[in-house]
């Protein structure tokens, strides 16, 4: 059943492809459509596994994958259809496909220690990776800006310019990713504390790992830095006007600092998130 998100996603994938390079309005939606239809049948999917499981599946590698996938789709489909853009469709499809195929034939058990039991780890983890999400659309996007800036700045225009939004889009459409993805970032670092507290003295008493849930940990410490970054890039294009490249390389950095936290540290230096 998994499966089925992903030949959409495959489907979707082709359209943008076939979009960017025609730039017609009729595969523009097309593509728009079948987007939405893989993010339908991906929350079905979910939905029925939250209903088998009693929680959302995020505990495990294979099934967080998944919750990301779906996240990174429901980003990208609000910041295209509030900017009425589609041209960075096809670069995030091929993000969303490489990723979603891992859950699709490689499925895991959704197993989740006593300790993570309750809706707020639920929300903790979650959040998160909705942020996460936006900051890898954020970070493309950011990516693309650079290209098409050096593009246009050596007067050599190309195949690119003439398909990609123009630089004021590309930053209006970073600046939301980023809004967004600040907002599940706080929402996401809040619960998480409210979270651990409540496990340090109740039902994780007894566990190193939830006793270890503190700044001295890199784990949640990356995390705070990781905050810092883009409230600053907020603040930054608000107050002193840091938008354009500024805004895009920061936006690279965010999450070169975000991949950092969620795989190296995850793995190998955190002692409270190695559940």
Not at 14 to 39: C, N
Not at 84 to 101: N, S, T, W, Y
Not at 189 to 208: H, T
Request: hydrophobic share 55%; charged share 10%; proline share 4%.
């Amino acid at each position: 059943m998994n499966t089925v998100p992903l030949a959409l996603y495959v489907a979707a994938l082709v359209a943008y492809g076939w979009h960017f390079a025609q730039r017609t309005a009729t595969l523009g939606r097309s593509a728009t459509t079948l987007l939405v239809a893989a993010a339908l049948s991906h929350t079905f999917f979910i939905g029925m596994q939250t209903m088998a499981i009693g929680h959302v599946p995020v505990a495990g590698a294979t099934s967080a994958i998944s919750t990301f996938v779906w996240l990174l789709a429901l980003s990208y489909l609000y910041i295209e259809m509030t900017t009425d853009e589609r041209a960075m469709g096809v670069f995030i499809m091929p993000l969303l496909v490489a990723l979603q195929a891992i859950p699709a034939f490689r499925p895991g058990v959704e197993d989740r220690a006593a300790v993570l039991q309750g809706p707020l780890f639920g929300v903790h983890v979650s959040s998160l990776l909705f942020a996460y999400a936006s900051f890898a659309l954020a970070c493309v996007i950011g990516i693309t800006y650079v290209l098409l800036f050096k593009e246009i700045k050596a007067k050599h225009l190309g195949f690119f310019y003439a398909r990609l939004p123009s630089l004021t889009v590309l930053d209006r459409m970073n600046q939301r990713a980023i809004v967004i993805g600040w907002i599940f970032l706080t929402i996401g670092i809040i619960v998480g504390g409210i979270w651990a507290a409540q496990a340090r003295g109740g039902y994780g008493a007894g566990d190193p790992r939830v006793q270890a849930m503190s700044l001295e940990d890199p784990k949640i410490f990356v995390a705070l830095v990781c905050w810092i970054v883009y409230s600053f890039e907020l603040f930054a294009a608000r107050r002193i006007g840091w938008g354009g490249r500024r805004a895009a390389y920061l936006s690279a950095l965010g999450f070169l600092i975000v991949l950092f936290n969620f795989v190296p540290i995850s793995y190998f230096f955190s002692k409270s998130h190695n559940f």
